[in-house]
């Protein structure tokens, strides 16, 4: 539990979803939802302004959906952990989403049977974990076909490098600058990366997300609720 409250946003355009979800959420002891917002330009007017820990935000709003939100305010604010609730669960949809995995939930709202799981997710996402509905995970790794287990003894350091940077959502310039390698040695590695895990069929985005989803899962930073 944190020393202080996990400061939380409440964003939907339904306005008696918000609330319900704001109330329930502020009977928790360690949560304060600080505000509430109507649709994705608020959500990032607002986190400019109150900065919360955590954005809950539905998928499909007006003026700017929950995606192109949430990609502002990493990029403005890496830190902030954003949950998405979402009725869609369309592979473009949640691969954008998941570009950038540290401190995300994706949750799909027909599968959200207890509001306590939003509740963990929260503070899982506080922690910089991942979160994913577990029908997306299934449906990201091909129908249930996933890496073997214990892949990573089969990486390198370098390559076990490589891929925690790609889970913290760096692109290939920015690792090679991080780990002071060139762009073209990041881009063999990435290559043995998915060749140990079988991926190297995928398109390159689905690949780079599925590696990043394994990576997450097998050191215990991916939780399905």
């Given at each position: 539990m944190p020393d202080q409250k996990i400061r939380v946003l409440m964003v939907d355009d339904h306005e008696l979803m918000r609330q319900a979800y704001g109330m329930y959420l502020?009977?928790?002891?360690?949560?304060?939802?600080?505000?509430y917002a109507g649709d994705g330009q608020e959500a990032v007017a607002m986190t400019a302004a109150q900065k919360p820990d955590v954005i809950i935000m539905d998928g499909k709003m007006p003026r700017l959906n929950g995606i192109e939100a949430a990609a502002i305010i990493r990029e403005r604010s890496p830190e902030t952990g954003i949950i998405l609730l979402s009725a869609f669960d369309e592979d473009e949809f949640v691969r954008d989403f998941l570009a950038d995995p540290k401190g995300k939930a994706?949750?799909?709202?027909?599968?959200?049977?207890?509001?306590?799981?939003?509740?963990?997710?929260?503070?899982?996402?506080?922690?910089?974990?991942?979160?994913?509905?577990?029908?997306?995970?299934?449906?990201?790794?091909?129908?249930?076909?996933?890496?073997?287990?214990?892949f990573l003894a089969e990486m390198t350091?370098?390559?076990?490098?490589?891929?925690?940077?790609?889970?913290?959502?760096?692109?290939?310039?920015?690792?090679?600058?991080?780990?002071?390698?060139?762009?073209?040695?990041?881009?063999?590695?990435?290559?043995?990366?998915?060749?140990?895990?079988?991926?190297?069929?995928?398109?390159?985005?689905?690949?780079?997300?599925?590696?990043?989803?394994?990576?997450?899962?097998?050191?215990?930073?991916?939780?399905?609720?």
């Open positions: 502020n009977d928790e002891p360690d949560i304060d939802v600080i505000g994706y949750l799909l709202k027909h599968t959200l049977t207890r509001l306590s799981d939003l509740v963990q997710a929260v503070k899982d996402v506080f922690e910089g974990k991942t979160v994913l509905a577990p029908s997306i995970v299934m449906k990201l790794a091909g129908g249930g076909q996933t890496a073997e287990s214990g350091e370098r390559e076990r490098e490589v891929l925690s940077c790609m889970a913290r959502g760096l692109n290939n310039a920015a690792i090679a600058e991080e780990l002071f390698i060139q762009p073209r040695t990041v881009e063999r590695h990435i290559g043995s990366i998915f060749s140990k895990m079988r991926l190297q069929q995928q398109p390159t985005a689905h690949a780079r997300v599925n590696a990043v989803l394994f990576y997450l899962a097998e050191t215990g930073k991916l939780t399905q609720t």
